[in-house]
Each structure stands twice: as structure tokens, then as C-alpha cells.
């Protein structure tokens, strides 16, 4: 375990040393990848709606938790504002409110109590709530006339209505929450512990109509970063409510993920695809390590080993060989891949969910408790 510390140490020290400057030079941006190594933001796409905009206030909080250093918390709190604008628009929200705000305005919140931060928060979850179809007892992702589409991503999204209820008391954010993650266990879970990306469900009864393959390679593969979705969102589902079928669900994912990380560590884009070309999603390691992490907290610790080395494979074998410590390059883990089937110029490139989950799993490891989802 020395061994693990010191290496454990080291990383950290890497992480604050490359984000300490660009916290400074990206501070007026929601970086979504890099271009001649600078971050920029998503060019197409919803504009400040985009899903991924909560990332960068995000990992600003980490390293604002773990350092106490002041410019990360500036630079945290003005991309919250930054956020703002979002709220504006009624179109381009979707069910990842939960990723835009629970990790941004949501964690000011919870370490400072600010009234702006708990509003926006709460908002959020209003939002998110809205979206719940109560006879079919699931969250919609999507907008338009895609009334039944559900997709497992939503297992990150809805941690959210967990806090929601936590901090108001009233229990149908908490019932919404779970009545949607005990739909995805039906719908979205299969018996070999993989899980579909997308499932459209009947929008009385619930029931599956039509699967999709959705960013993974086809219909009824396993698209990687789904996989980490479903592995830390029932995790985290787990610890938010101690009921024992999300751990049970979590940990069969876990074993899927781990069974096909067992080689290298570095996971392929989907799990269930042609052996060429090799497309990587270094973004689905760091966060199925992260999930990972948590599951080895919540079983008994003679099970622990299996999850917790599982974490390290492949975080070191992500750090090894796909993260680039140098100045001239703002992001640290490189080769994210967005879809399977998305043009070359998506794949393999970094992303911000990549260095945001790749820090988180270091701050987990280096004993920070603080949970952000
Ligand atoms: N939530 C969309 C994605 O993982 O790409």
C-alpha cells in the first residue's frame, strides 16, 4: 500500500501542479476538449445547455477541496455564473441538469451554504423531477416527441433528486430517484452484468419497446462509458438510499468491467466489438475507477481488494500511458472517445469528463470524503 501512496502523492501533486496555471487561463471558459492544447468549448452542440458544462466548475471544487487554494474557488464560482445563461433556455435542458448543476452550484452549496448556489441547485432538480413520467416510473432524457427514451447516463443525473430531498425534506425527489433506477434495473441491466446504452419504454406501463445501441459499436454490445455510468450511478444510488439492489446491481457491473479491463486497464470503446480497429474511451476508466472506489467503501473489507485493485489497474495504466503532464497541453488524460461510431476528429481526443472523473478518483484516493455526486 506504500507503494500505492507514494505513487498516489505523486499524482496529485502532478494534477494541481498542471491545473494551478490553467485554472488562471481558462478561468472565462467551460472547456469541453483542446485545440493546439488549449482548452476551448464545445463548438456545436447546445450551446451553455451542453451536458458537459458542470465538468469544469467540477474539477475546480476538487482542487479547491484538496488544496484550499483561492483560484480554484474563483475560478469555480465564475463558471457557475457562467452557467447561468443555461437556465434561460427551455429547449436545449435535458435530464443532464444533474451532471450541469449537482457538481457545480450544488457542491458551493454544500461547502458554503450560499443562497445563489442552493437556488440554482435546486433548480435543477425541479427540472429534473419535471421530466419524471409517473405511470411508466422513469426520467425521460431527451426532449421533442421522444416521450419514452431512457438512457443509463440518467443513473449520474439523479443523485441530485437525492440531495434535493435531503436538503428540503420532501421525499418525491428521493421517490423519483429510486423509481427510476429500479426501472433501469428491469429495463437497462442484462443478466451478464452489461447494460443497453438507450431503451425506449412504453410511456404507460414502463415496458421495454425497442432497444439501441446508441454510442457504442451496435445494437446489444457495451458501450464503455454507458458501463461506468451504470457502475458509479448504482453505487452511488446505493449509498444514497442503503437499498441492497443497487450494490448488488453496481457490483455486477463492476465485474463486467473489470473482466474486460483485466488485460490492459485502459478500457476499449465498447466492450463488445470487433477486435480492429482499437478505439479507446479513456473517459470510462476514470470513471468506472471512481465507481469502483466507492463500491470497495461499501463492501466488507475482505471483498475490498477486488475492487480497489481493480481502480488502480486502470488508473495507472491511464496514467502510464494516456496522461500528458507537460505545459503545453491543458488536459491531462488524452484519448476520450465520444461514440463509436462519431467522426475520427471525436475520437481520441481529450475530454473534460476524462480529467474531471481521472482527478476525482485521485482525490478519493488521496482520502478526501467529501462526496460530489
Ligand atoms: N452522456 C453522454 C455521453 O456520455 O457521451
Known amino acids: 500500500m506504500n507503494e500505492n501512496k507514494t505513487w498516489i502523492d505523486e499524482i496529485w501533486e502532478k494534477i494541481d501542479k498542471k491545473l494551478k496555471p490553467v485554472s488562471q487561463s481558462s478561468f472565462d471558459k467551460l472547456p469541453y476538449t483542446t485545440e493546439n492544447g488549449k482548452y476551448v468549448e464545445k463548438k456545436s452542440g447546445d450551446g451553455v445547455c451542453w451536458?458537459?458544462?458542470?465538468?469544469?466548475?467540477?474539477?475546480?471544487?476538487?482542487?479547491?477541496?484538496?488544496?484550499?487554494?483561492?483560484?480554484?474557488?474563483?475560478?469555480a464560482e465564475h463558471a457557475e455564473e457562467l452557467l447561468d445563461e443555461a437556465f434561460e433556455d427551455y429547449d436545449h435542458l435535458n435530464h443532464d441538469v444533474g451532471f450541469m448543476w449537482h457538481i457545480s452550484a450544488g457542491v458551493n452549496y454544500r461547502l458554503f451554504g450560499g443562497h445563489k448556489s442552493k437556488v440554482r441547485a435546486m433548480h435543477a432538480a425541479d427540472i429534473l423531477a419535471a421530466r419524471f413520467n409517473s405511470s411508466g416510473k422513469f426520467?425521460?432524457?431527451?426532449?421533442?416527441?421522444?416521450?419514452?427514451?431512457?438512457?443509463?447516463?440518467?443513473?449520474?443525473?439523479?443523485p441530485l433528486l437525492y440531495w434535493a430531498s435531503h436538503e428540503t425534506g420532501d421525499p418525491r425527489y428521493k421517490y423519483v430517484a429510486m423509481s427510476h433506477a429500479d426501472t433501469t434495473l428491469k429495463t437497462h441491466l442484462r443478466a451478464d452484468g452489461s447494460v443497453h446504452h438507450i431503451v425506449d419504454l412504453d410511456i404507460v406501463t414502463g415496458e421495454p419497446v425497442e432497444a439501441f445501441g446508441g454510442q457504442g459499436y451496435e445494437l446489444g454490445s457495451a458501450w464503455s462509458r454507458g458501463q461506468s455510468w451504470a457502475l458509479y450511478g448504482y453505487i452511488l444510488s446505493y449509498i444514497h438510499t442503503q437499498k441492497q439492489v443497487y450494490l448488488d446491481a453496481a457490483k455486477r457491473v463492476a465485474h463486467y468491467f473489470i473482466a474486460n479491463t483485466a488485460e490492459y486497464g485502459v478500457p476499449l470503446c465498447d466492450f463488445r466489438a470487433p477486435q480492429e480497429p482499437v478505439i479507446y474511451d479513456t473517459t470510462a476508466g476514470a470513471c468506472a475507477a471512481c465507481g469502483l472506489i466507492e463500491?470497495?467503501?461499501?463492501?466488507?473489507?475482505?471483498?475490498?481488494?477486488?475492487y480497489m485493485k481493480a481502480a488502480l489497474r486502470i488508473l495507472k495504466a491511464l496514467e502510464?500511458?494516456?496522461?500528458?503532464?507537460?505545459?503545453?497541453?491543458?488536459?491531462?488524460?488524452?484519448?476520450?472517445?465520444?461514440?463509436?461510431?462519431?467522426?475520427d476528429s471525436s475520437k481520441h481526443i481529450p475530454i473534460i469528463y476524462g480529467d474531471y472523473f481521472f482527478t476525482e478518483a485521485i482525490y478519493k484516493l488521496k482520502g478526501f470524503d467529501m462526496l460530489f455526486w
Open 295 to 306: 463500491i470497495a467503501k461499501n463492501v466488507p473489507e475482505h471483498e475490498q481488494h477486488l
Open 320 to 343: 502510464k500511458d494516456f496522461c500528458d503532464w507537460s505545459d503545453k497541453e491543458d488536459s491531462i488524460l488524452q484519448k476520450g472517445t465520444e461514440a463509436y461510431h462519431s467522426p
Open 51 to 75: 451536458w458537459t458544462n458542470g465538468f469544469w466548475p467540477g474539477l475546480m471544487w476538487l482542487m479547491y477541496v484538496g488544496t484550499k487554494d483561492e483560484q480554484y474557488r474563483k475560478t
Open 139 to 158: 426520467i425521460r432524457a431527451w426532449n421533442g416527441d421522444l416521450f419514452g427514451r431512457v438512457i443509463i447516463d440518467c443513473m449520474m443525473n439523479i
